[in-house]
């Protein structure tokens, strides 16, 4: 796929060839002819850091928020250059042109909330295999299709283009369903901004992962976002599931 594709409403521009881009990356070490390197800050290294040996391993296109080194573009002229000053929400579109968009293929369920995301995603894996369908699940022990694992579970919620290449490889297994839990990391982080979701629910609002999210209204409105993304999911009869007893659920 054109690298012009790969960003259609990204944001951004670039400079250089419209290279033909074979994979999405935020590894340098997995970088190779084709790849497209996000540069993403991370909570010791930061992404830039390793945007020359990208290039030097053979990335076709390079995104950064940072402005590039001064003569890294005359040392890899053969390479396309983006800034996109909010890389979070580039990665995400970009993963989902990439992969076409899965999630529209397939009917998904993201369930959110402090307890019980596990034990809810798979009560409903099963309660769907009972019913015959091959789902996938995304979650905190594995992500796989129809019992086979595609690969360990890192992260509840993988990085975006994780997360947009796994539903891709459940829509082209003929999934047609699946469970996802949604973290608020990953809400808060933006991986999931290009999900469509068909179900969203909310399991419960606890005091946990403060030292990320500094206070509890800042994690509410995390967990909330996934309503968000729900509202202005394109697909058809949507649903939100709420725990009536948690306080936080009319909101």
Known sequence: MKLSLVLQKTGTGFTGPDAEISSVINDSRLAAPGALFFALPGARTNGAGFIRQ???????????????????QDAFPGAAFVNAPDLAPALSRAAANFYGHPSKKLRLFGITGTKGKTTTAYLLENILRLGGARPGMIGTIAHRVDG???????????????????????????????????????????????????VAAFTNLQR?????????????RAKARIFELLERSSKKDKCAVLNADDERAPE
Not at 59 to 65: D, F, G
Not at 208 to 220: C, I, P
């Open 148 to 198: 086979r694992v595609l690969a360990s579970a890192v992260n509840t919620t993988p990085l975006a283009h994780h997360l947009q290449e796994l539903l891709s490889k459940m829509a082209a297994a003929d999934a047609l369903t699946a469970v996802m839990e949604v973290s608020s990391h990953a809400l808060a982080l933006g991986r999931a901004e290009d999900v469509e979701f068909d």
């Open 208 to 220: 946990d992962h403060l030292d990320f999210h500094k206070d509890r209204e800042s994690y509410f």
């Open 54 to 72: 990208a290039l030097e391993k053979g990335a076709s296109a390079v995104v950064s928020a940072e402005e590039f080194a001064p003569g890294l």
